[in-house]
């Protein structure tokens, strides 16, 4: 089975910046498409970003388009959250999921948790 956990989260200042990574083990990420969802208290959980198989397309929620970054190293097996400009509005907790269309498979992280506070 694949084992997702995420790391990088924390306490930052409204403005600040913060990169969460999903780091994958005993299997290949190869096969997986990554998204980022958060879920804060008393909300839903949603989607925030994802990213193909290979890195080469990649989606945001309107809410984070321009300030958060979604990439991959395969070759490291981690797929990455680089998050700018946070707003109060971020904090949540952010897990990593990954899906394979192909081996009908999909697994979540244990989650990360992000706070913003002045």
């Known amino acids: 089975q694949l084992q997702l956990v995420e790391s990088g989260g924390g306490l930052v200042q409204p403005g600040g910046s913060l990169r969460l990574s999903c780091a994958a083990s005993r299997l290949t990420l190869d096969y997986y498409a990554i998204g980022w969802f958060r879920q804060a208290p008393g909300k839903e959980r949603e989607g925030v970003s994802c990213i193909n198989y290979s890195g080469g397309s990649t989606d945001y929620t309107d809410s984070v388009k321009g300030r958060f970054t979604i990439s991959r190293d395969n070759a490291k097996n981690t797929v990455y959250l680089e998050m700018n400009s946070l707003k109060p509005e971020d904090t949540a907790v952010y897990y990593c999921?990954?899906?394979?269309?192909?081996?009908?498979?999909?697994?979540w992280g244990q989650g990360t948790q992000v706070t913003l506070s002045s």
């Open positions: 999921h990954a899906e394979s269309l192909l081996l009908k498979t999909d697994y």
